[in-house]
């Protein structure tokens, strides 16, 4: 199956900082990608669409200036934690659907960045 | 919002079949149903999808009431490996997921 690659898989950061995740559709060209962010034995959560060549669209509730997207091109999409804090520490977790319409057009999941904040 | 109910919890023998229900009364005519899992640290994991008719793939099967009011996600022969959280979501094409809180399946020995 098609794969989406997360990079870091884990990182450790100090409160005040940014951090970028980077989320990349490494054998399909993705013009759609998500963003979720999960707590401890908690489910995920949507944040926000991330469409190639225009702005995300963000989940009510989430800071679109805290949580910056960035998907420039066909195959990559950046989370840019601004400012972090402890409360941000989570794990996030990208998908991608493969192009095209119809019902067929499945979504792959990368497999997710643990952010921790100190 | 998440528009599906699972049990928090169910536990299977190896061997057995695990059979996970889902309820999803408000589904609409053009949303499908689709079952995720995830193991513990890990992205969600695709299994399989349905509109209407019952699916099966290599993994599992997919059976969805004819009022498509409800769905069981049957593993026919659970191992060990099968371990995880299963979500039940019900979307249009592939497109935002919300997730539920899912189903906590423990296959034991």
């Known amino acids: 199956g098609a794969v989406v690659s997360q990079h870091p898989s884990r990182v450790i950061c100090k409160s005040g900082t940014s951090v970028k995740i980077e989320c990349r559709s490494l054998?399909?060209?993705?013009?759609?990608m998500f963003w979720y962010r999960q707590f401890p034995k908690q489910s995920l959560m949507l944040m926000a669409t991330?469409?190639?060549?225009?702005?995300?669209?963000?989940e009510q509730g989430v800071e679109k200036d805290k949580f910056l997207i960035n998907h420039a091109s066909l195959t990559l999409s950046t989370l840019t934690v601004t400012s972090a804090h402890p409360e941000d520490s989570s794990f996030y977790i990208c998908?991608?659907?493969?192009?095209?319409?119809?019902?067929?057009?499945?979504?792959?999941f990368g497999q997710g960045t643990r952010l921790t904040v100190v | 919002d998440a528009k599906t109910t699972q049990p928090p919890s169910m536990d299977c023998a190896e061997g057995r079949a695990a059979n996970l229900p889902c309820n999803h009364s408000?589904?609409?005519?053009?949303?499908?149903v689709y079952w995720y899992r995830q193991i513990h640290s890990q992205g969600p994991q695709y299994i399989i999808h349905?509109?209407?008719n019952n699916e099966t793939n290599e993994m599992a099967s997919l059976i969805i009431t004819e009022d498509r009011k409800s769905s069981t996600l049957i593993l026919p022969h659970a191992t060990l490996r099968d371990t995880a959280v299963y979500y039940c979501?019900?979307?249009?094409?592939?497109?935002?997921?919300?997730f539920g809180s899912g189903t906590k399946l423990n296959v034991k020995p």
């Open positions: 408000t589904i609409s005519g053009n949303e499908y």
């Open positions: 349905g509109l209407k």
């Open positions: 979501i019900v979307a249009y094409n592939f497109n935002k997921f919300y």
């Open positions: 054998d399909f060209q993705a013009t759609t």
């Open positions: 991330s469409n190639e060549g225009s702005k995300a669209t963000y």
């Open positions: 998908s991608a659907r493969l192009p095209g319409q119809g019902a067929w057009t499945e979504a792959f």
